[in-house]
């Protein structure tokens, strides 16, 4: 079948005169193979778009996670500028294709969630050699270098701390670890950092043992303008999110890629130096 001018109707004005149902019976006519595959893929197109449309989303898997207000690592109520670590967290969940939740608690309460739970998530613990076989070490983070704090001279070596009558410590930390474990029988130790920083300024205590990192942070947190002398380092400490004992493998094993693709692409730097240091 074939149409051309002689038949009566200019060629441009054809298809509009014939109507739709005109052109595809016309098309049929010409190329009927052509025309039903394409009447198929169109019937295939709309019944999975129609499938797209009413299928419920795909839910995203929430994990749990603990963590303690411990500027610039952790900060609690602060949903913009939650701390270097709990945004590494964040990051990483997002790269797999989950969601976490953090909860914030007291230290002690969050670490024993952590220990006593299932598939919990922390977003900052130092790795020490007390603490190896209570926890599930998913990857490091950060370095944060030990000091000792004061508003007077710096106090840069163990055998200077020794001779002071007090130093501040959290009891549990890394340096209150450390410094017993060197016999030091000067220790005053109090369960919040902040209380430390408060007994430095109103001189309670000559020095307070903490991560430069945390002290700095806290500092400008309570609002002190006394300038605070940071000490030089009497040793480092490696940060790590943490999970606990009998976390699922594959959760693990998740976090640990997503981590090591944030540090091959230098997000993990990025974030760090937000907060004011370096990764490790």
Not at 224 to 250: C, F, H, K, Q, R
Request: no cysteine; charged share 20%; hydrophobic share 45%.
């Amino acid at each position: 079948m074939s149409l051309s001018p002689d038949d009566g109707v200019p060629m441009d004005d054809m298809v509009p005169w014939l109507g739709l149902g005109r052109v595809l019976g016309f098309l049929r006519a010409i190329a009927p193979d052509w025309i039903a595959r394409l009447s198929r893929s169109a019937a295939f197109l709309s019944v999975a778009f129609t499938a797209a449309l009413i299928a419920p989303p795909a839910q995203a898997q929430t994990d749990y996670a603990v963590a303690a207000h411990y500027p610039p690592m952790m900060i609690a109520d602060s949903p913009d500028r939650p701390g270097a670590n709990v945004e590494i967290l964040i990051e990483a969940a997002r790269r797999q294709g989950r969601r976490v939740t953090v909860e914030f608690l007291p230290f002690a309460r969050a670490i024993k969630t952590l220990q006593r739970g299932q598939n919990v998530l922390q977003p900052a613990l130092f790795r020490k050699p007390e603490r190896e076989s209570l926890y599930t070490w998913v990857a490091s983070t950060n370095v944060l270098t030990n000091t000792f704090n004061t508003l007077g001279p710096p106090i840069d070596t163990l055998d200077q701390a020794r001779r002071l009558e007090w130093i501040g410590v959290e009891t549990g930390a890394a340096l209150d670890l450390v410094l017993t474990g060197e016999a030091f029988t000067n220790l005053s130790r109090v369960d919040r950092p902040q209380v430390n920083a408060q007994k430095l300024l109103a001189g309670h205590i000559d020095a307070w043992a903490v991560p430069s990192q945390i002290a700095r942070a806290i500092w400008s947190e309570l609002g002190y303008t006394a300038p605070l002398i940071v000490g030089a380092t009497v040793s480092e400490e490696i940060n790590y999110i943490v999970a606990s004992p009998d976390t699922d493998p594959e959760i693990v094993m998740g976090y640990r890629a997503a981590i090591a693709e944030m540090r091959a692409d230098g997000t993990l730097q990025a974030i760090n130096e937000k907060y004011g240091w370096q990764s490790e």
